[in-house]
């Protein structure tokens, strides 16, 4: 009864969201500038809260400040509050109509086709809901999500290691492939092993992104070494650009090649990758799904139906 008497009596919303900007700025004085507030105003806040809790939330130097272990606690708490607090109000916006709203993706780079097939099949329905959609890799999206910063994050997925706190449904297979430009020399050969790639030109994945971890574990697979990659990055549009030259291949994702442009001049080399985990739709156990988060899962189904029937699954 005591702390519900503190929480409720003595720290505000307003007060959460101050810590927040003051430790997302490093600053006061530049917090205080953001927020519209007195300098000493903000000190207060931050003071007046420190007495609540019973424990120092800033260490304070020449530098600037920053979150103590106690300090990080809350804001990752606020974060939480907020959040629901905003997931109310998007509830409360849907008792009068289930499909408006703002919703949030995250998507590893090669589905953003297939995000945008999504959102074109509900736009032409629901043209009310928005879409903030943030292109990552699957650490940064999972840790955004965790977060609370997007709703739904779309990506290659492990079901065997899923953590206790998301929850997932499995979209479609899309398998691995080394692809290369039509032209290159490789693409008429039948019946490639890795083994017989090794010497080439590759563009890859960092090895400790998560597309670079699942490539690594293929080669492993092979009994083979991670080969010379010449150029490695995580974007996949840079080697994409790679491949256009030619001279280059990489393993990359078969959903690439449902995009038009790539389509025309982007060829699958003869080689079995075997399984690389599904495409799966993922999401905060403990989060209820919004209205337009509902449709837009409703669309995802709908959409990898087609992809699974155009890549011959039952």
Avoid: C
């Avoid at 990752?76 to 509830?91: N, Q, T, Y």
């Avoid at 890799?137 to 899923?162: F, G, K, S």
């Amino acid at each position: 009864m005591v702390w519900d008497d503190r929480i409720g009596r003595r720290l505000k919303l307003k007060d959460f969201h101050t810590l927040q900007t003051v430790a997302e700025v490093g600053s006061m004085a530049k917090a205080a500038k953001l927020l519209a507030m007195s300098q000493p105003a903000i000190s207060k806040a931050i003071a007046d809260m420190e007495h609540v809790v019973g424990a120092d939330l800033l260490e304070r130097s020449s530098q600037g400040v920053e979150l103590t272990e106690s300090g990080r606690i809350l804001v990752a708490r606020g974060r939480v509050i907020f959040d629901e607090v905003r997931e109310g109000l998007k509830d409360i916006t849907a008792i009068t109509d289930p499909t408006q709203g703002d919703l949030r993706i995250g998507a590893a780079d090669p589905l953003t086709v297939v995000v945008a097939e999504i959102i074109t099949q509900l736009f032409s329905k629901y043209p009310r809901i928005t879409y903030q959609v943030t292109v990552s890799d699957a650490t940064t999206t999972l840790r955004q999500l965790r977060d609370r910063e997007l709703d739904v994050v779309l990506t290659r997925w492990n079901p065997a290691t899923a953590p206790a706190d998301l929850s997932f449904e499995v979209l479609f297979h899309s398998p691995l492939a080394v692809l290369a430009n039509k032209n290159h020399p490789l693409v008429k050969r039948k019946n490639l092993s890795l083994k017989d790639l090794m010497g080439e030109q590759w563009t890859l994945s960092p090895p400790d992104t998560y597309l670079g971890l699942v490539v690594a574990d293929i080669f492993r697979r092979n009994k083979l070494e991670w080969p010379r990659s010449i150029v490695t990055a995580i974007s996949i549009h840079m080697r994409v650009n790679l491949l256009a030259s030619g001279n280059f291949i990489s393993v990359l994702p078969t959903t690439i090649l449902r995009h038009r442009g790539n389509s025309a001049w982007l060829r699958m080399l003869d080689v079995d990758l075997k399984e690389a985990g599904p495409i799966a739709a993922i999401m905060l156990k403990k989060r209820r799904p919004t209205g337009a988060l509902k449709l837009f899962l409703e669309a995802s189904r709908k959409v990898s139906k087609t992809i699974a029937t155009s890549l011959g699954e039952t």
